[in-house]
């Protein structure tokens, strides 16, 4: 009988020893939260500078493109910033004592308004980068944004396979 036990408790663990790893594949990838559009990728694709040379951009207006986006960049670190500190103040007052229902939408509106902003700076910054190509290169463009994003979605799992061949 114990022989049994013990032979049934070396399966048990030696089962589980071996699921784990295929178990914890399974669950929520690093990129958790941070959703991919094509929008992202044009200038994601903008920043390569191989893409830069493949589009037939001259150097100036490369490094041109770089200060633009070097300047959206550096424009919504306080944004994000502000965001942060936000959702700080709102755990902060849902954990007091009396919850101030105006306090919490006032923060929710700020943050709100945030997140708009960094949506308008993100426009602004592919308005003024979209403006200085010709349209065979805003072709080329959105053709290689195209690719670039079943290449990044191939990699996703299978049912985006089946949806961008």
């Given at each position: 009988?114990?022989?049994?036990?013990?032979?049934?408790a070396m399966i048990l663990i030696l089962t589980m020893s071996?699921?784990?790893?295929?178990?914890?594949?399974?669950g929520r990838s690093h990129r958790r939260g941070k959703r991919r559009s094509i929008h992202g990728i044009f200038m994601r694709v903008l920043n390569n500078p191989g893409a830069l040379k493949e589009l037939g951009?001259?150097?100036?207006?490369?490094?041109?493109?770089?200060?633009?986006?070097?300047?959206?960049?550096?424009?919504l670190i306080p944004v994000f910033a502000k965001i942060k500190i936000d959702r700080l103040n709102i755990r902060q007052e849902y954990e007091k004592n009396t919850v101030?229902?105006?306090?919490?939408?006032?923060?929710y509106k700020r943050m709100h308004n945030n997140r708009w902003l960094i949506n308008k700076i993100g426009i602004k910054a592919?308005?003024?980068?979209?403006?200085?190509?010709?349209?065979?290169?805003?072709?080329?463009?959105?053709?290689?944004?195209?690719r670039n994003?079943?290449?990044?979605?191939?990699?996703?799992?299978?049912?985006?396979?089946k949806n961008y061949r």
């Open positions: 009988m114990q022989k049994h036990t013990k032979l049934a071996l699921s784990l790893p295929a178990m914890a594949k399974r951009i001259s150097e100036s207006k490369a490094k041109l493109i770089r200060t633009i986006l070097y300047n959206k960049k550096k424009q101030s229902r105006n306090r919490i939408l006032r923060i592919k308005i003024r980068v979209l403006n200085m190509l010709t349209v065979k290169q805003r072709q080329q463009l959105k053709t290689m944004g195209r994003f079943r290449k990044f979605n191939r990699r996703s799992g299978r049912r985006y396979k």
